[in-house]
């Protein structure tokens, strides 16, 4: 799930750390990450890459951007859509319609804001996913949302009434599973990069090469440039000195 990498509208959030062109060329080593990482994976797993993008008629913003072989597909949630299906909601589950309607068995939709996400995370889930039967894979983020959620049918009500952009959105989405009976397979959670504090984590990781438990991140080569050419790296770690 991404959009555009465009100044002013990329990565608002970390506006205290970075300029908005800064922001734009984080948001756009990220997508690359995020990408490649992506198809790092299909080398142990059944994994056809995309990028749910929105809005529409910005493609050409993403060509330079993402993986060899990267897909798009559209996720602006202009269908219509069951009551109570509102914000990411809609573009989420019409990112699930298209891709599933497409002829995959299933679909994993992946943030964006991670751009050191372990490869394994994403192994595992494309591998629990495809195993036979109905079932929801989580990824929960630190925060309360998820990084990932992958499902074989695209079940609207696990869209419905999702208090978007609050600690309560993976909560919610077990909770909707449970209400389905289906099987829910959680992933270990992993951080999203959305403000000062998790990208000063993000640059800390990148320098020194630390591991979350017993997953080893992503080594994210695009944003690791893209924070030395802006100096970020040494902003950050100065920072983290004082």
């Known amino acids: 799930m991404a959009k555009a990498p465009k100044a002013g509208h990329s990565k608002t959030r970390l506006s205290s750390a970075l300029s908005p062109e800064a922001a734009a060329s984080l948001s756009a080593a990220f997508l690359r990450d995020a990408t490649e990482n992506i198809r790092l994976a299909s080398r142990e797993a059944s994994i056809a890459g995309f990028v749910a993008y929105a809005p529409a008629g910005q493609e050409e913003l993403f060509a330079d951007h993402v993986a060899a072989g990267t897909s798009l597909v559209l996720a602006d949630g202009s269908p219509p859509m069951p009551p109570g299906v509102h914000r990411l909601g809609r573009s989420l589950l019409h990112a699930f319609q298209s891709l599933l309607s497409a ?3 299933a679909a994993c939709m992946v943030n964006s804001d991670s751009p050191n996400l372990p490869t394994s995370l994403l192994v595992e889930g494309a591998r629990a996913l495809l195993a036979p039967g109905e079932r929801v894979v989580l990824g929960p983020a630190e925060d309360g949302g998820y990084y990932l959620l ?19 959105v993976a909560e919610a989405t077990r909770n909707r599973a449970q209400a389905l009976g289906l ?9 999203d990069v959305d403000d000062s ?3 000063q984590r993000l640059i800390q990781e990148l320098s ?14 695009a944003t690791a440039a893209c924070l030395q050419r802006f100096g970020l790296s040494a902003t950050m770690a100065a920072r983290t000195a004082q």
């Open 183 to 191: 099987e829910l397979i959680e992933l270990e959670p992993w951080y």
């Open 103 to 105: 002829g995959f068995g």
């Open 208 to 221: 020194n090469g630390a591991a979350s438990r017993s997953l080893t991140p992503y080594r994210a080569p």
């Open 197 to 199: 504090a998790s990208l």
């Open 150 to 168: 992958g499902l074989r049918t695209p079940h609207p009500h696990l869209f419905q009434n999702i208090p978007w952009s609050t600690p309560g």
